[in-house]
Structures are given as structure tokens and as C-alpha cells.
């Protein structure tokens, strides 16, 4: 579960710009609030995107793995934005909660 509506979106081609995310998204989940493209030191292209909510930026996560382009891009939580399970049978991905839950 996230706790504020923003994804990151990774795997992003070169030539991509913040206006072919934005159409993206508003074709696939009806929009976003806004696109930041950041760039890494060996060139490759991230981005910050925010929704107007957290059921939308929910629903972006879903995209993770559809076509943009030529790739297939990475839709994941901003790191630092979602919510850790409270209990240890709750499944957490490759047991990174493991470390919070220890008593």
C-alpha cells in the first residue's frame, strides 16, 4: 500500500519526454498530476510520476511491465513511500520487512 501517490517509473527510453508520459498515462488509467524525468549519470532516464491520488498511483503500479516505446517499462513505489506490513504472516517481497517486524 502506498502512502502518498507517486510511482517511479523506470526502463524509460532515451527520447522519452514528460508529455509521452503523461499521454500514457491519461490513456491507460485516465492521467497523472504530474511528470519528473530525471537522468542518471550513465545516461538512462527515470521518472517521478505523482497522481491525484493514491488509487490511481495504485493502479499505475499495474503498468509495470507494458509496453512505452521499445521497452517495457518498471513501474514501481517511490522508495521510501509504501507501507510496511505490521504482522509477520503478511507476504513482503523478497523479505526486505523482515528487518521491521523483528521484535
Not at 27 to 50: H, M
Amino acid at each position: 500500500v502506498l502512502t502518498v501517490p507517486m510511482v517511479y517509473v523506470g526502463n524509460l527510453t532515451d527520447t522519452a519526454t514528460e508529455d509521452d508520459l503523461q499521454g500514457f498515462f491519461e490513456e491507460q488509467i485516465g492521467g497523472c498530476a504530474s511528470v519528473q524525468l530525471k537522468k542518471q549519470a550513465d545516461g538512462s532516464i527515470y521518472a517521478f510520476v505523482r497522481f491525484h491520488d493514491i488509487a490511481l498511483a495504485e493502479q499505475a503500479l499495474n503498468l509495470n511491465g507494458v509496453q512505452f516505446g521499445p521497452n517495457e517499462i518498471r513501474v514501481a513505489p517511490k522508495r521510501g513511500h509504501q507501507m510496511q506490513p505490521e504482522a509477520e504472516d503478511v507476504p513482503c517481497p523478497r523479505g526486505v520487512c523482515k528487518l521491521f517486524l523483528k521484535k
